[in-house]
Nanobody
């Protein structure tokens, strides 16, 4: 199982970025995908997840209405569209895969994801 995150960069407040997580080594529906982020000196925070079994999605409160997670079965990928970015969204973003991990109440727990990609840095700055 391999995960490759991409799409990070430097963006102005209010701007947008689209992160992608390309998966390899497993079928699209076998693992749920989560996005986490970690700013300096903070714990890893669950941002969003998508169940690739039934399309269920969850978002952390601070990104609701601004971020959208979606799956691309043809490319075995998951995207995180991030709009109206704020300074506090600055972090390294990671995608992770876990079996039945995108479940209410537990999707934010990193330990539920067995596979992690390398991070991609998102910097929101003026």
């Amino acid at each position: 199982v391999q995960l490759q995150a991409s799409g990070g960069g430097l963006v102005l407040p209010g701007g947008s970025l689209n992160l992608s997580c390309a998966a390899a080594g497993f079928n699209y529906g076998d693992y749920d995908i989560g996005w986490f982020r970690q700013a300096s000196s903070t714990e890893r925070e669950g941002v969003s997840c998508i169940s690739r079994r039934d399309g269920t999605t969850f978002y952390t409160y601070s990104v609701k209405g601004r971020f959208t997670i979606s799956g691309d079965a043809a490319k075995n990928a998951v995207h995180l569209q991030m709009d109206s970015l704020k300074f506090e969204d600055t972090a390294v973003y990671f995608c992770a895969a876990g079996r039945r991990a995108c479940v209410r109440g537990v999707w934010v727990l990193p330990r539920n994801y067995g596979y992690w990609g390398q991070g991609t840095l998102v910097t929101v700055s003026s």
